[in-house]
């Protein structure tokens, strides 16, 4: 399967620990990216190579995986991390590149 | 530091051909270590890969869309460029390009430019 299936909204309280997961048989093999979208703006990488952040990413973003599930963990939400969150992978054939269709988070 | 740019026309006919051109500026597209992608999000809807080319020219493509894209890269302009023919208004959305680490096992999306908004109508 090359799809991948996260749930379309997640809310948090402020500062309290949120997890998005993403789902896809590709997970099995490689591990999965993840993205963060606000409004207006272009997708920025959170992380990749299941739990590396790129230079300015906060540590309270930190990945995960397991068996055919990608987790992102938010530790201590903040309200600038209301946004949109997309998972990404090499699809099960290696070739091609593969998004979830999106968690919008909500932070209360 | 690096940064991509999109440019083309914010509006296309349906039937016709969109293309689309993103200049790499700040360092070479000519590295080993990554391909440059095409990715697009139409309005309130997610995001969708559309294909990547290599500083060589090879190319891996979305199977959805492989029948009407074609992606190719001139190393001398620092430029890669994306052509989908007989376009309709399924195909409206912000058009982003992006630098792709494929150094390792695990691809992922580095670096995205700014997007443009392609709109597909008569």
């Known amino acids: 399967s090359s799809e991948l299936t996260q749930d379309p909204a997640v809310s948090v309280a402020l500062g309290q620990t949120v997890r998005i997961t993403c789902q896809g048989d590709s997970l099995r093999k490689y591990y999965a990216s993840w993205y963060q979208q606000k409004p207006g703006q272009a997708p920025m990488l959170v992380i990749y190579n299941k739990n590396s952040r790129p230079s300015g990413i906060p540590d309270r973003f930190s990945g995960s995986s397991s068996g055919n599930t990608a987790s992102l963990t938010i530790t201590g939400a903040q309200a600038e991390d209301e946004a949109d969150y997309y998972c990404n992978s090499r699809d099960s054939s290696g070739n091609h590149l593969v998004f979830g269709g999106g968690t919008k988070l909500a932070v209360l | 530091q690096l940064q991509l740019q999109e440019s083309g026309p914010g509006l296309v006919k349906p039937s016709e051909t969109l293309s689309l051109t993103c200049t790499v500026s700040g360092g070479a597209i000519s590295r080993n270590s990554y391909s440059w992608g095409w990715i697009r999000q139409p309005p309130g809807i997610g995001l969708e890969w559309i294909g990547s080319v290599y500083y060589g020219g090879s190319t891996n493509y979305n199977p959805s869309l492989k029948s009407r894209v074609t992606i190719s890269v001139d190393t001398s302009k620092n430029q890669f460029s994306l052509k989908l023919s007989s376009v309709t208004a399924a195909d409206t959305a912000v058009y982003y390009c992006?630098?792709?680490?494929?150094?390792?096992?695990?691809?992922?999306?580095?670096?995205w430019g700014r997007g443009t908004l392609v709109t597909v109508s008569s």
């Open positions: 992006a630098r792709i680490d494929t150094s390792g096992y695990y691809w992922y999306f580095d670096l």
